[in-house]
Structure formats: C-alpha cells, structure tokens
C-alpha cells in the first residue's frame, strides 16, 4: 500500500465521519458571523479612520481578526478531528492489517497527516473566501494578507501534527484528544510566567508558538519563525512514527 493510497483512504473515512462535516459546519456558521460583524464595524468607522494619517484598514481591521478567531477555533477542532486517526486504529486492532498489506510507520503517519492538511486546508479557504471577496474591491494590504495565511496555515499544521503524535500514544481518542488540547495550549502560554515575572525574552519566549504566529499575523515573515514551525511539526511526526514503530515491534 502506497503513501497516496494511505491518504486517498483516511479522506474517504473523514468524509463518511459526522464529526468532520458537523464541525466545518458550525465553526464556518461563526466565522461567518464574527466576519459580518467586523465588517459592520469597519464601515461603520471608515469616516473616523479617514480622518487619521497612518489608520488601519481592512486588512487589519477584519481580515487578520478573523483569522485569528479561525486559530483560536483550531484548538479545540483540530484535537477533535485527529484524535481517532491513531488511537481509533489501535483500539480496533486494524494496525495488525496495515502491517500485513506492506505499510510502515512513517507512510501510515504521513498518510494520515496528510489528509487531516487537505480537509484543513478546505477549511481554511472557506474561511478565506470571505475577506477576498471583500478585498478584490481593492481594500486589502495583499503582502500581509498573505503572510497572515501563511501563519494560520503553519498553526494548523503544527496542531494537527501535535494530535496525531496524541492519537498515536493511546487507544482512547477521547484520552488523545485532551492530550492534544493541553499541549497545544501549554505551547501556546509556556511563557506566561516569565513575562508576569517582567522577563522577556530568552528560550521561553522562542518557545512559545504565539511568539511565533503574532510576527505573522504583522506580516513579518522571518525564517526563524518558519524554522519554528518546521522543528514543531517534524519532532511531533518523528515521535507520532516511533511510537507506531514500537507497536510493530511488539506485534
């Protein structure tokens, strides 16, 4: 069994799964919502913004805010969209049938990982549709726009490669998708202490994935941040990969 099909068959078990299409669903259903009401806002401000030399637009005003939301969104989502990729495989004991059709661990990882991308990457240009439609009016600072994508996108990879790490250390999903939750946020705040204790900086900092995102999202792109993310996502694939590995062995 080859890499392409391990893919072609896990979106075939996204798409028959209720939980996939009921999540899209309502998380398109408020992000819908929270861009109609930064919209309003926006249009309702634009005489005062006028009337300010270097004033904000619709890029950051609306579109960068909702992806924002989109993240804030992709923590609980993602956790709950990988937690059976693993875990659901283990617990029914089918990982003993991928063993004898061929498949090793990293193309069953990678398999996996990579159909969790697509469906997140439908979901990220639905969301995306909505700012564009606005901003082909000319409205829409393009360089930071795409920067801004570019940050949700490596956020979402580096949270779908920490769920499926947690999918892949349990046969319990629901287990698999608390681990991934508390990861993520952890990761998300490690700092916290260091900045309420007035320190900034250092390797607490550098380890926060916020740190990381938020020079994104103000359309800096550095390659210190992209190697971040680069680092997150392959340490949690090697470790998602070795735990298999360590089942076949057992097996």
Request: hydrophobic content about 60%.
């Amino acid at each position: 069994m080859s890499l392409g099909t391990m893919t072609r068959l896990e979106l075939r078990r996204l798409a028959v799964r209720p939980l996939a299409w009921t999540l899209a669903a309502l998380t398109g259903a408020w992000l819908a919502w929270t861009f109609t009401l930064g919209l309003g806002q926006f249009l309702g401000a634009q005489v005062r913004l006028a009337a300010l030399a270097d004033a904000p637009g619709f890029t950051d005003l609306v579109a960068i805010p909702l992806l924002a939301e989109l993240v804030k969104l992709s923590f609980l989502v993602v956790p709950l969209m990988t937690m059976a990729s693993l875990a659901a495989e283990r617990r029914a004991g089918t990982l003993a049938l991928l063993w004898s059709a061929g498949m090793v661990p990293w193309r069953i990882v990678l398999g996996k990982y990579l159909a969790v991308l697509v469906w997140l990457a439908l979901w990220l240009l639905l969301t995306l549709a909505m700012p564009l439609a606005v901003g082909a009016q000319g409205q829409a600072d393009w360089g930071k726009l795409a920067a801004a994508t570019l940050g949700t996108a490596l956020t979402l990879a580096t949270l779908a490669a920490i769920g499926l790490a947690c999918s892949a250390a349990t046969s319990v999903p629901a287990i698999a998708a608390a681990m991934a939750l508390i990861i993520s946020l952890a990761l998300w705040t490690v700092d916290r202490g260091a900045q309420a204790a007035g320190v900034s900086g250092g390797f607490l900092e550098w380890l926060t994935l916020a740190t990381h995102l938020q020079n994104l999202l103000r359309g800096l792109v550095v390659s210190s941040d992209l190697a971040w993310f680069a680092l997150a996502i392959s340490l949690a694939l090697i470790l998602a990969t070795r735990r298999l590995a360590a089942d076949r062995e057992r097996s």
